[in-house]
C-alpha cells in the first residue's frame, strides 16, 4: 500500500444481487484497483456467502433467517454491523461507508460509542415509506446524520436538500465494458436453452416483481404486445428482497391468470428468480430489448449494462432516467400507461430503430466509469477525517 491508500470499510445489506449491493462491490473493485485496502461487510445467514466473487476482503457478519417483521429484521441487520464492528473500529479502517441505512444506522450507534469516527453513506432512493414508523424513523435519522451524503443521479441531490436539509454529492454508477459487451459466449446458448427462450422477440426486465418496478404495469403492455406478436416473451429476472412484495406479486398473478399466459421456461412469461452472477451478461444478450419502466430509482444500473451489452432500451420518461439519458437513447414511455409502453415493445422491433437506439446505447455507456467514480469516492475520503459529528437527531431509535 503507498502512503495515500486508505484502508476502508464497505457496508451493504444484503449478499443477494440487489442494485445497491452490486454498486458497493464494483466500487470496491475499483477502490482495490487504485490501492487501497477495502473490506466489504455485508449481513448474511451462516454457510450464505455473497452472490458474486470480489476482490476486496468480505466478511459476511451472521444474522438470523427472515421470516419476522421488517423491523425486527432491519434491527437484526443493524445489531450484526454493530457487533461485528465493535472490535475493529477505529484500529482497523480509516473510513466506513454505508450504503444503505441499515449499515449507516449501525455506524451511527458505534460513532456515538466513540468505536467510529466520521462516515459516508450512500442514498441511491428514498422509499415514501416502509409501512413501519420505526423503520421509517431509522431511515430518516441514517440521512440526518451521517457526515457525508452520497447520491447516484443529479435529481435525487435537490430532493434529499429539500426533504432532509442535507447536500449531497454526486457520484455516478459505472459498468464493466470488460464484462458486458455485445460479444456473444457458448454461455449465450446455453441459458437461452435453460429459459426456454424461442423466436423472439424477448424482453428482459430486471429486479423481480414489485411496484416499484411498474411489474403488473409492463405485464399489461405485454399482454396488449402479444395479441400482435405471439411469439413474444416476457423475461423477468432477480427479486431477492428484505421487504414482503407479496401483495403486489398476487395483482401480478391475477392478471397472468386472467391473461391465461403460462408461466415458465419456454413459455411466454419467464420468472428466472435470483440468477447466477455469472449468468447476467448473457441474459442481457439474450433480450431483444431490456423493458425499464420504474416508478423509483436511484439510478437504474442495469439501463447501462443493457447498453454496454449492445442492446435498446425502454424506459420511464422521468428522472433519474432523463437525468442522463438523452432524447435519442432511449425509446421513453408513460410508465402509467399500458397503451404507451405497448407501442414501445412494438416500436423497438424495426431494425433501424434497435440498430440506432444500440449504437447510442453502446456509446453511452462509455461514459460511465467505476474507476473515475473510486478516485471521486476517495477524494471524499480523504476531507472526511475533518468533519464534526452531527448534532443529535430526534426521535432517535437505535
Keep these: 500500500m503507498s502512503r495515500d491508500a486508505l484502508r476502508i470499510a464497505l457496508l451493504t445489506h444484503s449478499t443477494n444481487p440487489r442494485g445497491g449491493v452490486v454498486h458497493c462491490l464494483e466500487l470496491a473493485d475499483a477502490l482495490m484497483a487504485q490501492g487501497h485496502a477495502v473490506t466489504v461487510h455485508a449481513p448474511g445467514v451462516p454457510g450464505q456467502p ?82 413501519d414508523p420505526v423503520v421509517d424513523a431509522w431511515e430518516t435519522q441514517s440521512i440526518c446524520q451521517a457526515n457525508r451524503l452520497v447520491c447516484v443521479s443529479e435529481s435525487w441531490a435537490p430532493k434529499l436538500r429539500e426533504r432532509f436539509q442535507r447536500d449531497a454529492q454526486v457520484i455516478h454508477n459505472g459498468v464493466d465494458l ?46 396488449q404486445l402479444r395479441a400482435r406478436v405471439p411469439t413474444a ?96 437513447d432511449a425509446l421513453w414511455v408513460d410508465p402509467h400507461s399500458a397503451p404507451s409502453m405497448a407501442e414501445a415493445l412494438l416500436q423497438v422491433l424495426f431494425q433501424g430503430t434497435a440498430r440506432a437506439l444500440s449504437e447510442r446505447g453502446w456509446q453511452l455507456a462509455h461514459r460511465f466509469d467505476w474507476a473515475a467514480a473510486a478516485r471521486a469516492h476517495a477524494e471524499l475520503y480523504a476531507g472526511l477525517a475533518q468533519d464534526a459529528p452531527r448534532p443529535p437527531f430526534q426521535p432517535t431509535f437505535c
Aim: glycine share 12%; net charge positive.
Design 50 to 131: 455473497l452472490f458474486r466473487a470480489c476482490r476486496a476482503a468480505v466478511r459476511i457478519l451472521p444474522v438470523p433467517g427472515s421470516g419476522r417483521s421488517l423491523r425486527e429484521v432491519v434491527q437484526a441487520r443493524i445489531h450484526s454491523f454493530v457487533q461485528g464492528l465493535s472490535e475493529a473500529g477505529r484500529a482497523e479502517f480509516d473510513v466506513f461507508h454505508a450504503h444503505d441505512g441499515i449499515g449507516a444506522n449501525a455506524l451511527l450507534a458505534l460513532r456515538r460509542q466513540g468505536l467510529v469516527g466520521a462516515y459516508v453513506r450512500t442514498v441511491h432512493h428514498v422509499d415514501a415509506g416502509f409501512g
Design 178 to 223: 470488460r464484462r458486458f459487451s455485445a460479444v456473444p459466449t457458448p454461455r449465450d446458448a446455453d441459458l437461452a436453452r435453460r429459459l426456454g427462450l424461442g423466436p423472439g422477440p424477448v424482453y428482459l426486465m430486471v429486479g423481480g416483481i414489485e411496484a416499484r418496478k411498474n411489474t403488473v404495469g409492463a405485464l399489461q403492455a405485454f399482454i
Design 233 to 328: 416473451q416476457l423475461l423477468i429476472a432477480g427479486g431477492a428482497s428484505l421487504l414482503d412484495h407479496s401483495p403486489y406479486r398476487q395483482r401480478f398473478e391475477q392478471l397472468l391468470a386472467q391473461s391465461n399466459l403460462p408461466t415458465g421456461p419456454g413459455q411466454p412469461v419467464v420468472l428466472t428468480g435470483v440468477l447466477a452472477d455469472a449468468d447476467m451478461p448473457a441474459l442481457y444478450r439474450l433480450a431483444t430489448a431490456l423493458l425499464f419502466p420504474s416508478l423509483l430509482e436511484g439510478f437504474g444500473l442495469a439501463i447501462v449494462e443493457a447498453m454496454a451489452s449492445g442492446r435498446p432500451v425502454i424506459v420511464s420518461r422521468q428522472a433519474p432516467f432523463t437525468d442522463f439519458l438523452g432524447p435519442d
